[in-house]
């Protein structure tokens, strides 16, 4: 019976052997049934050139985008291949075609076409989306950098873009983050590699935060917290500063004091971008707290900028295929799960950015209560920072004030 069963439907993205397969394993089968004539427009070949069209019309919109390298040609080569495959084993003037088991595998082979195709607009739409608001947080950016950042509609209207983009049901955040971490690499024109981080992160932790309060926002200030996690790393694009000051610590605090020159945001933003930076390296402000002594919005900031700094640094280290990126997604994850554990990272935060990212929980991560963090490891304490033990520099302790002497 097991050698006689046929083989499963496969994937879309399968190899391309395992559909050789499955349509060899269907022009084998005999039945009385029968398949009548249809209309050339409503036909299989039809259909297929209905697919060539579109697949003509995405590569000449692709083709100028270096950011879609990666991913876009492997699913049009894919689809091309599915074509000639069933040209090659069932031609069209084939007798084949009168049985319904050959008629039903080779609409099962167009339906994975057309998931591909879908998969493919999918990406062209993320990419529009996606150029437009790197392109704006450069130009901000750089307004910051020359001294003259001002509070405008304009960044209003750049932060509550992430909002919107939020509650559009139809994006993926996964093809938003690979495409963000692309983007930067293949068109930002930074060879830096820091520069690249900075510029995918920004866009991926707003846009993952704004997902993450969108319908429970904690009491937080929502337009603060993206503000910070767009410009949180702005210190690496400042030409003056080098990649070894920088390393050592000094972009905490050089970033939060590009966005202090602007006094319409408040003293959020620059807190939030100190606190976070405590909170993942220790080069923040202030000195030698525990996590359970940070607000939770620093911590949410810093839960979803330690995920997206691994994921960058991932993808940039190895050279990985597109059938291999949930891996950069899962050992992300299995990076932060130790963290948590020791208490560093909230574990509702972290909950919260699994569902977001479509990854099932741990068993080992326990559940999302607001006394976990207070309860493991309150010895644990963020590391101090590097540029104060180069320095030499003690950290201040709060002394007992002395007696009076009346």
């Not at 894919?78 to 008629?103: G, H, K, M, N, T």
């Not at 003056?240 to 050592?248: F, H, T, Y």
């Not at 991932?314 to 059938?323: D, G, P, V, W």
Request: net charge neutral.
């Amino acid at each position: 019976m097991q050698q006689n069963a046929l083989p499963a439907l496969p994937a879309p993205a399968a190899e391309l052997s395992a559909w050789e397969g499955y349509l060899r394993a269907q022009l084998s089968r005999r039945s009385q049934c029968r398949v009548r004539t249809t209309r050339l427009e409503y036909s299989p070949q039809g259909r297929e050139q209905q697919f060539l069209r579109r697949l003509a019309d995405a590569a000449r919109i692709s083709f100028s985008r270096t950011a879609l390298a990666g991913v876009v040609p492997g699913l049009q080569r894919q689809a091309l291949q599915l074509i000639q495959l069933r040209r090659q084993l069932i031609p069209d003037e084939a007798a084949s075609w009168q049985q319904a088991e050959v008629f039903l595998a080779v609409g099962e082979l167009h339906r994975a076409i057309h998931t591909l195709l879908e998969e493919i607009d999918l990406y062209l739409r993320h990419y529009a989306l996606v150029k437009p608001l790197a392109e704006q947080w450069a130009e901000f950016g750089q307004r910051a950098i020359e001294g003259r950042l001002h509070h405008s509609p304009d960044m209003d209207d750049f932060l509550r873009e992430f909002q919107h983009l939020a509650a559009d049901g139809s994006l993926s955040p996964r093809h938003w983050v690979e495409l963000c971490h692309a983007y930067a690499q293949e068109e930002s024109h930074h060879s830096q590699l820091m520069r690249q981080i900075a510029q995918a992160g920004a866009l991926q932790s707003a846009y993952l935060l704004a997902r993450m309060l969108r319908h429970d926002h904690w009491l937080l200030d929502v337009p603060a917290l993206l503000c910070a996690a767009c410009f949180k790393d702005l210190s690496w694009f400042v030409p003056q500063a080098s990649e070894k000051m920088l390393a050592r610590g000094h972009h905490a605090e050089w970033s939060a004091a590009l966005m202090c020159q602007c006094p319409e945001l408040g003293v959020a933003v620059p807190r939030l971008i100190r606190q976070h930076h405590e909170c993942l390296d220790g080069s923040g402000l202030p000195l030698g707290l525990t996590g359970v002594n940070l607000r939770r919005d620093a911590r949410m900031l810093s839960v979803v900028t330690r995920w997206s700094e691994l994921y960058c640094h991932h993808n940039a280290s190895e050279s990985i295929s597109r059938f291999q990126r949930p891996l950069a997604y899962q050992q992300a994850v299995d990076a932060l799960i130790p963290e948590c554990l020791q208490g560093r990272w909230e574990v509702a935060g972290l909950t919260a950015l699994l569902q977001q990212l479509e990854l099932p929980q741990p068993e080992t991560l326990p559940s999302a209560s607001p006394e976990h963090l207070r309860q493991a490891n309150t010895h644990w304490k963020i590391p101090r920072p590097h540029f104060l033990d180069k320095a030499k520099v003690a950290v201040p302790v709060l002394r007992k004030p002395r007696p009076s002497q009346d």
